[in-house]
């Protein structure tokens, strides 16, 4: 008996990178589940507060009590590794956006504009560009002072350069199609070819940078509460916690630097599996390179 090979059906099998898109989706959901759920199962005695000191019961191995154990001040890790959560997706949320609602229309306006706006901001965005990321974002923590919204503001600033570069070249190239000349010719505003006819066509590769950018974000506070710029002690944060848990490792104890090490790095990967997937679905000729 022979059997009827159909040659769309291999095309129909998910790819490496979109099944890797769907566990990084599946991994992300599970830190959004948990820092919404994280004050209510606190607010009903499931979940001891972060800033709570344990009666002065500092590394405390984990037990039934407290399941990821306490760290060198007698916080509850389990605790600050779930709230870190909330600390982490507050922080990325508000760096990539204000990124992206600064960076997208800035390169709009300057791909389409040309001329003088284009080489001034060209030249203010290859200057931050060149720059190293972590470092700039160090210098402006450290002048804007701790707080969710100053660490935001610290981060987006290295990220605004990249999507005013992406959007930039996209509007660079499409602005010289056939459409915009003819939405030009029948009187159409610079605003409106920019909002009805531009803005669709080159917000297209934007996503991708966006769950790129909200993973480095993530490694970027990090890096900041490590190095005492971050959030305020007060807020539970995984950079933070790492940082005191260092001198743990000389002595065995491990449990400190274990879970919110694990937390940044599951949130990290999930972030870049997304982005993988999605860089896939946009570009489908990837896909057909890989295969």
Not at 254 to 275: D, R
């Amino acid at each position: 008996m022979t059997t009827v090979k159909l040659p769309f059906v291999r095309s129909l099998r998910p790819s490496l990178s979109l099944r890797l898109m769907f566990i990084g989706l599946g991994m992300t959901g599970i830190f959004i589940v948990i820092a919404f759920f994280a004050p209510l199962f606190q607010a009903i005695g499931l979940l001891q507060d972060p800033t709570d000191l344990l009666n002065n019961l500092p590394l405390e191995a984990p037990s039934l009590s407290h399941w990821f154990g306490t760290n060198v001040r007698g916080y509850d890790v389990f605790s600050r590794t779930l709230f870190g959560t909330q600390a982490a997706l507050q922080v990325v949320i508000l760096a990539t956006s204000l990124s992206v609602f600064i960076g997208v229309p800035l390169g709009m306006i300057s791909g389409y504009l040309g001329g003088k706006v284009d080489k001034i901001l060209l030249f203010i965005m290859d200057t931050i560009y060149t720059l190293p990321g972590l470092l700039l974002s160090i210098t402006l923590a450290f002048i804007l002072g701790r707080g969710i919204l100053n660490v935001a503001i610290a981060v987006s600033i290295a990220y605004i350069p990249q999507y005013y570069r992406l959007v930039r070249n996209h509007t660079t190239s499409v602005k010289t199609e056939l459409f915009i000349e003819a939405a030009r010719a029948m009187g159409a505003s610079p605003n409106r070819v920019l909002s009805h006819y531009l803005f669709a066509n080159v917000i297209q590769s934007v996503p991708v940078l966006f769950t790129l950018n909200a993973a480095d974000a993530i490694l970027v506070l990090g890096g900041l509460g490590f190095l005492g710029l971050g959030l305020p002690q007060e807020i539970a944060e995984w950079g933070h916690d790492l940082k005191e848990a260092l001198a743990d490792l000389s002595t065995g104890i491990w449990w400190t630097t274990l879970f919110p090490g694990l937390a940044l790095t599951t949130m990290v990967v999930g972030l870049s599996f997304i982005g993988e997937g999605l860089g896939e679905i946009i570009n489908p000729r990837s896909r057909q390179k890989k295969s």
